[in-house]
């Protein structure tokens, strides 16, 4: 019986193995009050758990040139990822949410210019733009809330986005926690609105219609970049994750990681 359990584990790890490497992989472990989330990645590589530079228990995600699932598209559309995406139930429309994650990035990180890495998004199922992405640009991490009023039908012509408001620089990222709480409800309506918390210090607040569509909103973390062909290096990026929460309260959810 013993022999027959071992060979069924290597059977498993296999199998998840052999996934990975098409683009795909099993649904993951839920997160503190999110739904389960699959993975999107390309290597087995890619994601793993363990500790973080600091021991701290976390998710590490790695993106190396060329990592583009096939189930995404991204190879043919100048992008790159590791990342995994909640899925269904997400968070409904007008209703009220709490949400917190903890990222951690390494003394090496290197400069990437105007090229924009995602380092955390809100999105929606379906065609169109993420409402909210948490994203390192020109060596600043950057809240970016997209235009509710306008649809785009080409991620790869990106929209002007309704805001942007500097969070923390990458330098100061590097080798520490970046801690993020969000406050939001998701709406269509003017009784929509996005609180944003970094390390303890309220970054944003913004009222109004945030969404562009009528269908729920869930969360991606991980290492995502476009417009690669614009890179000048090709250095593989490392990020570790922690405290993904999502409740109704901030009790519920805040901490550093």
Known sequence: MRGSSSRHGILATAIILSSASLGFAPKAQAADNFGSFSLQSTRGYSYQRGAAPDGTRAERFE???GDCPASTGDCHKDRERVEKWENKPASRLDHEYWYHFSVFIP???????????????????????????FQIQNGRYIFELSNPSVRQADPMRPLPPLRQVGLSSANAMKGHWTSVTIHAIWSRTPAGF?????????KVGVKGPNVDRNVPVYFKYGVYRSFVSRLKSDAPLVAWYSGIRRGSSREMVDGTQ
């Open 194 to 202: 996005i609180d944003v918390w970094v390390n303890g210090a309220k």
């Open 107 to 133: 003394k090496d990180w290197p400069a990437s210019g105007s090229i924009n890495t995602k380092l955390g998004q809100f999105h929606q199922f379906g065609n169109g733009k993420p409402p909210v992405l």
């Open 63 to 65: 993106l190396r040139s």
